[in-house]
């Protein structure tokens, strides 16, 4: 059975020349028990689930998000500035992304990936200092695994 990845972001706005003072932690997103899987997950019909057979993400789907959302800091050049929670490590910020949709959408021609999530920048004290809902769709150009997570990649 292939195993899939999502994509990290690159080609990013290059980080300032000096290092920030802030450290930034991600912990690993939240999300409904649906998709806190490995499996690739399709929509045939609003409010109906199924995995796409014989394709699994290469661990579940919120630790790929976790895991994309800090190598996409890391490219744009904040590796020293970003971490995921680890014990001992204490951020300024924490990064809370609520995942809300991450499936493709098979009911209509031709198939789309269809995300929605909701991030969140709380400081030391727990106050919420900015937030943002992200939502994306991207048609598959094709009907099988590698298509559906291309467009899925694209979304993303």
Known sequence: M??????????LPAAPQQTPSWLLVVPEPSTLMGFN?????????????????????SDNLPILVQDKAIQSFENAGYAKSISRTRE???????????????HVSTAAEPAAADIAFVAKVVDKDGKIVAAREF???APAKGSD???YVAALDDAF
């Open 2 to 11: 292939p195993l899939f990845n999502l994509v990290a972001a690159n080609n």
């Open 37 to 57: 899987t490995d499996k690739i997950l399709l929509q045939p019909a609003s409010g109906e689930s199924t995995d796409l057979p014989d394709a699994k993400w």
């Open 88 to 102: 001992g490590i204490t951020g300024d910020y924490q990064l809370l992304i609520d995942i809300r949709r991450f």
């Open 135 to 137: 939502q994306a769709t």
């Open 145 to 147: 695994a590698q298509a």
